[in-house]
């Protein structure tokens, strides 16, 4: 890469960056990673999430490890229904090799960046107690003895760690009330803290570069309900825990999560800080609320933008004009209501497309609503061929500008939208590159 390529992927990465500061979000790297050649390049990744102020919590898994060690013991691994049997011996082996890795991942993170000016930044890794557990039991007549599931975690504990710009590093291995010991699934334990922490993102390492189809393509973006059925079609069991506690996850309040490959350098990086990403992102149900608008939508779309009219901030449609233009809409609706809507004008000569009538009800505005509604226009836009999006906007430029648009002037329009600027209105004009 030259000096222009990596100026031109710091410009484009800013935004991103910013956008990650200060967000929580759990990692899991299962113990196929651990062993991987790439780990050094992960490590790197996550030191350098952690200097931009991502606030980190790394779940660790230790299968192979596990079944390693218990071999080295003269033991062979014994499994029920893709559940590890943790007698009292095996579960010596669980504590040895799982303390084995901690270890490894404690003094790896301790070196910071290698041959960077951050080499030797200090790094403060934290472990603890935080996750009680209790026996799963007696299943079809097997006892799996000290294998157990996530009973509670200590949310409150993490976050403190957290804010202080500590990475959290949590095993495989949870306790319960009594003093016991139980192995976990890491799958268990990493969306089990996601959900309690109310993580932005889980984000899972993966053989495969994400969830590809049947067909071996990657899928880019999924809903829940696309990689449910997915999952359905699995058979290799790594493949099949991940998901399960990705959508776990999702459905329960987990707004983002994403498969990366763990063999390729810069994989995690790239899926944060670029566009397409180089991964599988699967998201909660909001992108299945975000519709094209139909004809029974108008009077909840004239309720939702009429105080925005009155205001000034948006053009006054009629309910006629609306009607005719219903079109273009898309509309986000929650429980049978309303609650954001947004129109693409599509210009296809110039291979542009106008993002107008951009609303979000009130009581939605600080919930991301608008991003999500932003991300789905430009999805459709790109969708449609469109290379440039522009809005014309007279009190919400800098909402604009904070999303990547830049000011233009009214000579940058399609020719057809330039004769119909009213300049009496005079407003702003900003493009977006897609």
Avoid at 21 to 29: D, F, H, P, Y
Avoid at 388 to 413: D, I, K, M, N, Y
Wanted: with cysteine; glycine share 8%; proline share 3%.
């Amino acid at each position: 890469m030259n000096i222009a390529d990596q100026v031109y992927w710091f410009r484009h990465s800013a935004p991103y960056i910013n956008a990650h500061r200060g967000r929580t979000m759990v990692l899991l790297l299962g113990g196929e990673v651990l062993e991987h050649p790439n780990l050094t390049h992960i490590i790197h990744d996550i030191a350098l999430l952690n200097s931009l102020g991502v606030r980190l919590v790394i779940v660790f898994g230790a299968r192979p490890q596990i079944d390693q060690r218990l071999r080295d013991a003269g033991v062979e691994p014994q499994f029920h229904h893709g559940m590890r049997v943790t007698n009292e011996q095996a579960l010596v082996c669980v504590q040895e090799a799982v303390g084995r890795l901690r270890h490894m991942l404690e003094a790896r993170l301790s070196m910071g960046l290698i041959n960077s000016p951050m080499h030797g930044a200090h790094i403060q890794v934290v472990s603890g107690n935080w996750v009680s557990a209790r026996p799963i039991g007696v299943v079809n007549g097997v006892d799996l003895c000290h294998t157990g599931v996530v009973r509670k975690v200590d949310e409150a504990a993490i976050s403190r760690q957290l804010q202080m710009n500590n990475i959290v590093l949590q095993s495989c291995i949870g306790y319960s009330p009594t003093g016991e010991a139980f192995n976990l699934s890491c799958e268990d334990v990493a969306s089990s803290l996601a959900i309690a922490l109310k993580a932005d993102k889980l984000i899972v390492f993966s053989e495969q570069p994400g969830v590809l189809d049947e067909t071996g393509r990657l899928c880019r973006e999924l809903t829940v309900e696309q990689t449910l059925q997915r999952l359905e079609q699995l058979t290799d069991d790594n493949a099949r825990r991940s998901l399960a506690a990705i959508c776990r996850a999702c459905q329960n309040g987990v707004k983002r999560a994403h498969i990366v490959s763990y063999q390729e350098d810069g994989a995690l990086l790239q899926e944060l800080f670029t566009r397409d990403g180089t991964g599988s992102m699967v998201t909660d149900q909001n992108y299945e609320q975000m519709r094209p608008a139909t004809i029974d939508d108008v009077g909840g779309i004239l309720e939702l933008i009429r105080p925005l009219e009155e205001a000034g901030i948006l053009v006054r449609r009629s309910r006629e004009l609306l009607e005719r233009e219903i079109g273009y809409f898309i509309v986000d609706e929650r429980d049978g209501t309303i609650v954001g809507c947004a129109a693409l004008y599509p210009f296809p000569e110039e291979r542009m497309a106008e993002l107008a009538c951009v609303a979000v009800k009130s009581d939605y505005r600080s919930k991301g609503r608008g991003d999500t509604l932003l991300a789905y226009i430009e999805k459709q836009a790109r969708n449609q061929g469109v290379e440039q999006l522009f809005v014309l906007t007279t009190q919400t430029a800098h909402w604009f500008v904070e999303r990547g648009f830049q000011p233009a002037s009214v000579e940058a329009l399609p020719a057809s939208r330039k004769q119909l600027y009213n300049w009496q209105r005079n407003s702003k004009v900003f493009l977006k590159n897609l």
